[in-house]
């Protein structure tokens, strides 16, 4: 089911928190960092730090002695992170880190409750996040009036669009997908799957995403595109009878190329990163590795690098790896190992 409509959510509710300020000393650890590096969290299974690693550079820890880090998000400009980490209730607080004066603050506390799904909107100055209580609420808050909204959405995979104005995520308990505007509004639904949401273009006019179809019984996705002025959805790539999955679709340099995450019957069951054109047409495989499960792609600012991580899905000690492609020389590096969540800082 596919719908456009407005909706107001009346659980929307105003709640101002206290905050703490902690200076971070540079001898504490706290690391500067360049437009074109990556963070990153390492030891994902244990201690959970925030690593950071430039081109030439080995990785460094980006906040020294700052553990069990369970989520993070950057703003545009790079002046500002949030991250969530584990506090002694066995849940989460959440951090707003200044990156040039060094300070960072606790703007809210989730007690015993996990709070994750960290996304910034540097347009609005919003913060959504999920608190995975009972029932779980998307959240969206104000780091400086510390108003907060609350909508009851177990939300996943959250992306603001570039200019701000829209929120998509995954619905885990209506099995949708949801974009809503910035104040809480629906604007549209679709039923999906975990997994299948795609990129924004960069002027945030289109979206991509990925639905399942059952061509003649046999399982597949299409990629779809919404554009945002007028609410249609237009069928981009028909898997057909080919029995292909397509995860993650993200436009590549312009709208008429996409990259995206595939796997399926004839090509084997790890995903692999390929770029197509919107015809489906393969124009560069760019991982073959069918020893490796390749996901959590992301493209730096000017679309000439990839960031991506693989698991070895046949070794029951494979740690997930990070790999940076570069388009232009089509060579491989290895960032980290036991590493996950990586981001370009901008």
Partial sequence: MMEKTLYHFALAIGITLASCVVPISQDAGFQKIQSGCLLFIHDPSERRELWSWCEGEKPQTFLKDVFGIQDYTISADGSELFYSQSNNLRGTDIWRLVVKTKRREKIHTCHEFSCTELNYNSTTGDLAFVEVGQPPSLILLNPQTREMKALPFYAVDLSFSPNGQFLVFWDKNANQIIILDVDGSLVWRADSQEG????????????????NNYW????????YSLEMNSGNVELILDSANQQIEYYNPTFFQSNEYMLTAV????IGYARQLWLLNLNGDVKRQITKDYNYDHSAFRLNGDDSKLIYQRFALNQADSQTELWVYDFQSDDFYMVAKNATDPRWFP
Avoid: Q, T
């Fill in 196 to 211: 299948l949401i795609g990129e924004w273009a960069k002027d945030s006019s289109y979206i991509l995403f990925s639905s």
């Fill in 263 to 266: 796997r399926g019957s004839d």
């Fill in 216 to 223: 003649g019984g046999i399982p597949g996705m299409n990629i």
